[in-house]
């Protein structure tokens, strides 16, 4: 089992930024891929930002340039560090934690953090 605690989040007006954070139960160099993902009302919920185990990182490309993942191996945690925010990165943040069980891949979530960006 993998516990996934976040926070952060919160209203910040557009051209701002907020902070993520994610900490695991486990020594995230027991999980394959951790990050976050974001779901908006009325849409399905996307990728946002990973680390892989190998240290890679991947971002959505609506994103890029904006958004920096990072974590801390000796806290177990992960960030996310958001700037220049737009109203359509209004949803809620989910930390994922991805790690290889019983011959395939188990799907951790945290409980979602609320991010409001106003226009």
């Known amino acids: 089992q993998v516990q996934l605690v976040e926070s952060g989040g919160g209203l910040v007006q557009a051209g701002g930024s907020l902070r993520l954070s994610c900490a695991a139960s486990?020594?995230?160099?027991?999980?394959?891929?951790m990050g976050w993902y974001r779901q908006a009302p009325g849409k399905q919920r996307e990728l946002v930002a990973v680390?892989?185990?190998?240290?890679?990182?991947n971002y959505a490309d609506s994103v890029k340039g904006r958004f920096t993942i990072s974590r801390d191996n000796a806290k177990n945690t992960v960030a996310l560090q958001m700037n220049s925010l737009k109203p359509e990165d209004t949803a809620v943040y989910y930390c994922?934690?991805?790690?290889?069980?019983?011959?395939?891949?188990?799907?951790?979530w945290g409980q979602g953090t609320q991010v409001t960006v106003s226009s």
């Open positions: 994922n934690a991805r790690r290889a069980e019983n011959f395939g891949f188990r799907d951790y």
């Open positions: 486990v020594s995230i160099f027991t999980i394959n891929a």
């Open positions: 680390f892989t185990r190998g240290g890679s990182t």
